[in-house]
């Protein structure tokens, strides 16, 4: 098949996978369309919202719909590594053998990400960079697809470990969560109320999803546009000539190289979703938000005067 016709049937699949998470999922749209193009691009995701907007339940029908396997981690402080990697005991033969954790799937849900100490933080970090563990000086490669969606509670700060900008950068996206509307709600307490099951299909393979993380890498794109991302990341960087005043005022630290390679990791994403073959500068600055918010630092000044990583984001247009 040529990538023109495999964009084409990409675009099918992705709207009837849309319509099955629909099934359970109510209205967030947007939320769901930045996961999916995270899973496609092969990036991670950072859930931010309060408890109760269904985070868990969203991942679980994505899952199940992309027919991966799904495990749930609920980070605490007193996870330790171990209880996510797994760990080695002696057999029966008294030979040592590896027990696999649960980070050994297609899709983790890392629950309440910073809640636990940075060294077991820090434990997802070589899965999500490098797509292998090292356990015991063994090397243990994960299967693909592989993909971590962690959730953050904003409201909640009491015993908590903010996560080091470090692997905030391992994150291709970083989602905020809001309450639906009144209209979406009255449709969640109805659905959720009464005793139908929804059944969710499976619609892709493994294999399937791979193919088309390597056809979104085969999509070309033109060097105006490549230019136009690497100069809008350019632009958050404080020091730099390009910085406009408001990133000079408002901001302590900028993007790094790895924001320029997802914003056009995605933009192919969303240009493909869109049916197109390859991606403008309208693609780049529809994932833009997502993909740098979590990436600029701002200091005292914009907290005090209530300038938002939105508001900075999309002056950089």
Same mark, same amino acid.
């Given at each position: 098949m040529?990538?023109?016709?495999a ?13 099955e998470?629909?099934? *359970?999922?109510v209205?967030?749209?947007?939320? *769901? ?12 995701a ?27 981690i ?7 590594p171990?209880d996510?990697l ?39 970090l ?8 090292? *356990?015991?000086g063994h ?9 971590v969606l ?8 009491e ?31 109805k ?7 929804v059944? *969710? ?10 193919e088309?993380?390597h056809l979104i890498?085969r999509?070309p ?14 632009k958050t ?13 408002y901001l302590?630290?900028?993007?790094g ?5 997802n ?10 979703v869109?049916?197109?073959f ?20 701002k200091?005292?000044?914009a907290?005090?005067e ?6 900075i ?5």
């Amino acid at each position: 098949m040529s990538d023109v016709a495999a964009i084409e049937n990409f675009v099918k699949q992705f709207k009837d996978l849309k319509t099955e998470v629909a099934k *359970v999922i109510v209205g967030q749209d947007a939320v *769901v369309n930045q996961i999916l193009i995270s899973v496609f691009s092969g990036g991670h995701a950072l859930l931010i919202g309060v408890p109760g907007l269904a985070k868990t339940l969203m991942v679980n029908t994505i899952a199940q719909a992309l027919g991966l396997d799904f495990k749930r981690i609920q980070f605490t402080p007193d996870l330790m590594p171990s209880d996510i990697l797994g760990s080695e005991i002696l057999d029966e033969d008294r030979r040592f053998k590896f027990i696999k954790g649960p980070i050994f799937s297609n899709i983790i849900l890392a629950d309440e990400i910073n809640r636990t100490p940075p060294k077991t933080q820090a434990a997802l970090l070589e899965a999500m960079q490098e797509r292998a563990v090292t *356990v015991a000086g063994h090397h243990y490669k994960l299967d693909l697809p592989y993909f971590v969606l962690a959730t953050q509670n904003p409201i909640e700060q009491e015993g908590t470990y903010p996560l080091p900008e470090a692997q905030l950068d391992r994150f291709m996206f970083a989602i905020n969560l809001d309450y639906p509307t009144f209209e979406e709600e009255v449709q969640v307490v109805k659905a959720t109320t009464n005793d139908n099951k929804v059944k *969710v299909n499976a619609l892709f393979s493994a294999k399937e999803i791979v193919e088309f993380q390597h056809l979104i890498r085969r999509i070309p794109v033109a060097d105006n546009v490549i230019e136009y991302a690497v100069s809008m990341v350019g632009k958050t960087r404080p020091n730099s000539d390009q910085a406009p005043e408001i990133v000079k005022n408002y901001l302590d630290w900028g993007a790094g190289p790895r924001a320029s390679q997802n914003l056009i990791l995605a933009a192919k994403t969303h240009a493909a979703v869109n049916g197109k073959f390859s991606p403008d500068i309208e693609n780049v600055q529809a994932v833009a938000e997502g993909i740098l918010t979590h990436r600029i630092i701002k200091n005292y000044k914009a907290e005090a005067e209530g300038i938002s990583e939105s508001d900075i984001i999309k002056s950089l247009f």
